[in-house]
């Protein structure tokens, strides 16, 4: 595989206090599932030859439904790959619909199990779907998983602004440095949140982003029809990221470009990110997905921001300051 270039993919800061990521991370949710093994361990070979050394194996496996192993299968990769553990970082989430009954040690412990390792370098919180949950516990107790060195650093996934203030100023107290990054749907046409004010405020401070749903599921790369559960729709605008495909296409044809690179060069244009995480079950979308980082360098933020000002979707639909 000597045609991949090693430095395709550089490194980033994430926040203050977390690692060097790269640019790109190569997220799994249920991916390795749909995946001949043979070609699983071709793409992440892939992926690491071109410098990604983010890989999130979080799966949400719902009683009641078909069991996910698609966490278990990357332990397998990593394995038939060659991978030394200290060649990857490996990210997690970490659900909040159980909590406290179960508590976040059993939680990070059993998905470590599953993924054959002992711990995590980044742990990221899921979304808060209940008022009843204690941030300072939270804060307190996510703080214990790092002094123990199960967790490296830790996020959140999709939380409101004032929630991630919040439970930093309590993290500070329990003598964690508290979360270095969010993850946020961010996309031409999902960027109400992260490009608000509330957001911008925390970014300056030191909080890095791990764009997310940067396709919207595949329909902004021409998937206009998914045929897999895709993420939740905030704001009700999902119709409207459907229409607007078609035009992203055409704007993608005129930079030369595909319409998945577009998206994952906007994403990596924001200041605030370290990371533009994505799902892939080829090669040859790996490989065009890291020519984002090409087009941007090509073409430049401002004028790539510019030309995608048309497809702002969720402007006016979704509160700035986040879920």
Same mark, same amino acid.
């Given at each position: 595989?000597?045609?991949?270039?090693?430095?395709?993919?550089?490194?980033?800061?994430?926040?203050?206090?977390?690692?060097?990521?790269?640019?790109?991370?190569?997220?799994?949710?249920?991916?390795?599932?749909?995946?001949?093994?043979?070609?699983?361990?071709?793409?992440?070979?892939?992926?690491?030859?071109?410098?990604?050394?983010?890989?999130?194996?979080?799966?949400?496996?719902?009683?009641?439904?078909?069991?996910?192993?698609?966490?278990?299968? %990357?332990? #397998?990769?990593?394995?038939? !790959?060659? @991978? &030394?553990?200290?060649?990857?970082?490996? =990210?997690?989430? +970490?659900? $909040? *619909?159980?909590?406290?009954?179960?508590?976040?040690?059993?939680?990070?412990?059993?998905?470590? %199990?599953? #993924?054959?390792?002992?711990? !995590?370098? @980044? &742990?990221?919180?899921?979304?808060?779907? =209940?008022?009843? +949950?204690? $941030? *300072?516990?939270?804060?307190?107790?996510?703080?214990?998983?790092?002094?123990?060195?199960?967790?490296?650093?830790?996020?959140?996934?999709?939380?409101?602004?004032?929630?991630?203030?919040?439970?930093?100023?309590?993290?500070?107290?329990?003598?964690?440095?508290?979360?270095?990054?969010?993850?946020?749907?961010?996309?031409?046409?999902?960027?109400?949140?992260?490009?608000?004010?509330?957001?911008?405020?925390?970014?300056?401070?030191?909080?890095?982003?791990?764009?997310?749903?940067?396709?919207?599921?595949?329909?902004?790369?021409?998937?206009?029809?998914?045929?897999?559960?895709?993420?939740?729709?905030?704001?009700?605008?999902?119709?409207?990221?459907?229409?607007?495909?078609?035009?992203?296409?055409?704007?993608?044809?005129?930079?030369?470009?595909?319409?998945?690179?577009?998206?994952?060069?906007?994403?990596?244009?924001?200041?605030?990110?370290?990371?533009?995480?994505?799902?892939?079950?080829?090669?040859?979308?790996?490989?065009?997905?890291?020519?984002?980082?090409?087009?941007?360098?090509?073409?430049?933020?401002?004028?790539?921001?510019?030309?995608?000002?048309?497809?702002?979707?969720?402007?006016?639909?979704?509160?700035?300051?986040?879920?």
């Amino acid at each position: 595989m000597g045609d991949i270039d090693s430095n395709a993919v550089p490194r980033r800061r994430l926040g203050v206090e977390g690692p060097s990521v790269s640019a790109l991370s190569l997220g799994s949710w249920h991916t390795y599932d749909r995946m001949d093994f043979h070609d699983a361990v071709d793409l992440v070979t892939c992926a690491v030859e071109a410098g990604i050394n983010l890989f999130d194996v979080a799966v949400y496996g719902i009683p009641g439904q078909k069991p996910v192993f698609t966490d278990v299968l %990357f332990s #397998a990769i990593v394995r038939a !790959a060659g @991978l &030394a553990r200290e060649e990857y970082l490996l =990210s997690t989430k +970490v659900w $909040l *619909e159980g909590y406290p009954a179960q508590s976040l040690r059993e939680q990070v412990e059993r998905a470590m %199990f599953r #993924a054959g390792t002992e711990y !995590a370098d @980044l &742990a990221i919180l899921g979304d808060i779907r =209940s008022e009843d +949950v204690d $941030l *300072e516990q939270l804060a307190g107790d996510i703080a214990e998983l790092e002094k123990g060195g199960l967790i490296g650093h830790w996020g959140v996934n999709n939380w409101s602004a004032q929630a991630i203030t919040t439970i930093r100023a309590h993290a500070l107290v329990a003598g964690s440095p508290g979360p270095q990054v969010a993850q946020l749907k961010y996309s031409p046409c999902r960027r109400a949140i992260a490009d608000g004010a509330p957001f911008a405020e925390l970014f300056s401070a030191g909080l890095s982003m791990q764009a997310s749903d940067v396709l919207e599921g595949g329909i902004l790369a021409g998937k206009v029809a998914p045929t897999r559960e895709i993420g939740r729709d905030p704001g009700g605008v999902r119709e409207r990221i459907i229409a607007s495909a078609p035009g992203l296409a055409a704007v993608a044809a005129e930079l030369d470009a595909s319409a998945a690179q577009v998206c994952i060069a906007f994403a990596l244009s924001h200041p605030a990110t370290a990371s533009v995480l994505f799902g892939a079950t080829r090669r040859e979308q790996l490989m065009d997905n890291i020519g984002g980082l090409r087009l941007l360098d090509r073409v430049g933020a401002s004028a790539l921001r510019a030309r995608l000002v048309p497809f702002f979707a969720d402007g006016g639909s979704v509160d700035p300051s986040g879920p």
